[in-house]
């Protein structure tokens, strides 16, 4: 399964229809890693639900959880932190029925900000031994330059059955196909939080605020938006294809007594650099 060509097989599920899963589910069919019939969505309101992922194709959607981890190989846990306890606890309520759900062999993926590995295995105990990963995502995700950070409390193999190690392989393609993928230690999930997921608002406030400088000297604000977005993306290339170190790209471009270094004064008195690192902390 651990290849492009063997990831037809997979269902995956994403419980929770909002931003996240809409970019991640978005990026995915776009580059034709995943075709709308393997992808069910659930969440409380099917009417919204159903409007907003009509766009994507996807018609596997409905408000039942449960049936959607009955279906599912990969479940991507995307609801709000603090939903967390009533959804275990519905879950734990239909078992205690008699309804049956067997998620040894099914990997759960949480985007949920904040929350452990410890917590969700407790969380979620009611579901037997599932392999849970914890990864933090971003938005850009939906046009295949997001970047995640993800870890599993069963280490770099996602020790299980064989089935499970494939899920987790097909997992990591999956993540590797819509940017930037980062197995890491979970103690750094939550300062990835503050730098790449929280980030692309970061750097939305700055392009806006370019923008508005180019509108305030007169360009029309279509094209001064168009020239905001192009010069970030342009920059941000040149840090990963170069290999430089920012600050000696900022340097080719300052020349002595020119426009760039009075701009760069005008940031530094503006305390951009510590006022971006307090966002991040």
């Known amino acids: 399964m ?14 929770g229809g ?3 899963a809409y970019a991640i589910a ?7 890693i995943l075709q709308p019939g393997q992808i069910h969505v659930t969440a409380t309101n099917l009417s919204n639900l159903t409007q907003r992922w009509s766009p994507l194709a996807v018609t596997n959607l409905g408000t039942d959880n449960f049936a959607l981890m009955e279906q599912c190989n990969i479940i991507f846990l995307c609801i709000k932190p ?21 998620c040894n062999n099914k990997l759960i993926v949480s985007i ?7 917590r969700l295995y407790s969380r979620l105990s009611a579901l ?3 392999t849970i990963i914890r990864t933090m995502p971003n938005t850009p995700m939906q046009v295949g330059l997001g970047c995640t950070v993800y870890c599993s409390a069963k280490g770099p193999n996602a020790t299980g059955s064989d089935f499970v190690k494939e899920l987790y392989n097909s997992l990591k393609i999956m993540l590797g196909s819509l940017g930037k993928a980062f ?6 999930i939550n300062a990835v939080t503050g730098l790449a997921g929280c980030g692309p608002a970061y750097v939305y406030e700055f392009i806006e605020a370019l923008a508005d400088g180019g509108v305030k000297q007169g360009i029309p604000r279509a094209m001064a938006l ?3 977005a192009q010069t970030v993306m342009g920059a941000a290339k040149m840090v990963l294809t170069t290999g430089k170190h920012p600050a000696v790209l900022k340097d080719e471009v300052c020349s002595p007594g020119g426009a760039t270094i009075h701009g760069v004064h005008a940031l530094e008195q503006g305390s951009m650099r510590g006022t971006v690192m307090n966002a991040v902390e």
């Open 2 to 15: 651990a290849n492009e060509g063997n990831l037809s097989a997979l269902t995956v599920g994403f419980i």
């Open 18 to 20: 909002g931003n996240m």
């Open 26 to 32: 978005s990026g995915l069919l776009k580059n034709g």
């Open 226 to 228: 168009q020239l905001a």
């Open 82 to 102: 603090q939903m967390l306890p009533a959804f275990s606890d519905a879950i734990t309520v239909r078992l205690k029925q008699g309804e049956k759900l067997d």
């Open 128 to 130: 037997g031994n599932p």
């Open 112 to 118: 949920l900000a904040g929350v452990t590995l410890d």
């Open 183 to 188: 197995e890491v230690q979970e103690n750094q």
